[in-house]
């Protein structure tokens, strides 16, 4: 039996685990296990899997979505996992660093553990927008450009956020099959090789817009952190908002920040501790 927590926040639901445990157990397979663990029937159920491993003796956020496929980042799971790195005493103070494939992350919590109310400000890194290596296309950057699904002319843009994010600004939602289109997106190689993740932004001011994102490898979430993040930078780059946005997204809200520099975009939001226990593993 495999010992493991479980937190959400904003509604993106994670199991997380060591690497440690994972050893110990005898499980070599990091991809295989997440899609088994996060399988909603026969698993724990989640939209992903974090892994606790220790870089240069400092903690390292190792993401899997629930299809098993590896991710370098998650917004709403970098939350989840500061929050079980304190209730597990593994950081000390209320600002730390914390590790991921695109970058060294600091986060500032902020725990008022009587009220069990947990939230963290993460410094998101710095968003990419010369992306020539990372999709298929010539072009320097990938902004407001035009592609056909299914005979509906959409326009879409491309930032890395830490991981990979498409971004359709709509007018209603409803004019859009999300769940339909999104997957579509999401496997749309022939321009983006390593699939990608898809968010749908709606702005009803200069300090407010709504995301719903598909996402790679999960599908439709609650919310999604980087998206979020991809989302109001997008916003911002193209005038539509101001400096500090409120996020609202279909598990709660978030708030992404910009601070001025390239490196000075920040995301709050909540996290809770769902559940704790021992996991059979299937081989
Ligand atoms: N839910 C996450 C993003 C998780 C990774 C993503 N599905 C990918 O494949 O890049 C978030 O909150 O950022």
């Known amino acids: 039996m495999l010992k493991f927590e479980k937190y959400q926040g904003a509604g993106n639901d994670f199991v997380i685990v060591s690497e440690k445990e994972l050893i110990e157990k005898g499980i070599p397979e990091y991809g295989e296990f997440a899609s088994q663990v996060c399988n909603r029937h026969f698993g724990i159920g989640a939209d992903g899997l974090i892994i606790l491993k220790y870089v240069a003796s400092m903690p390292f956020m190792f ?113 859009y099959n999300i769940d339909e289109i999104g997957e579509k997106i999401e496997n749309y190689t022939d321009l983006f090789p390593k699939k990608v993740n898809v968010n749908f932004v709606k702005v009803y001011d200069r300090k407010r817009i709504e995301v719903i994102t598909w996402e790679r490898g999960a599908g439709r979430t609650l919310a999604c952190g980087t998206g979020a993040t991809a989302s109001a930078v997008l916003a911002r780059t193209f005038g539509f908002v101001d400096n500090k946005v409120n996020v609202k997204v279909p598990g709660g809200q978030l708030v992404i920040e910009y601070e001025g520099g390239e490196n000075n975009t920040f995301m709050t939001g909540p996290s809770e501790k769902i559940a704790e226990g021992l996991y059979k593993f299937q081989r």
């Open 63 to 175: 993401f899997f979505n629930a299809d098993g496929s590896q991710a370098p980042m998650c917004g709403n799971g970098i939350r989840c996992f500061s929050h079980y790195l304190v209730n597990n005493h593994l950081v000390a103070g209320n600002e730390f660093v914390v590790k991921t494939v695109p970058g060294d992350l600091t986060i500032r919590v902020n725990y008022d553990e009587e009220r069990d109310d947990f939230s963290a400000r993460v410094n998101m890194g710095k968003p990419i927008f010369n992306i020539k290596e990372l999709i298929n296309t010539e072009k320097e950057q990938f902004l407001r450009e035009k592609i056909n699904i299914d005979g509906k002319e959409i326009e879409i843009s491309y930032i890395f956020m830490g991981t990979d994010h498409s971004v359709i600004f709509v007018d209603d939602f409803s004019d």
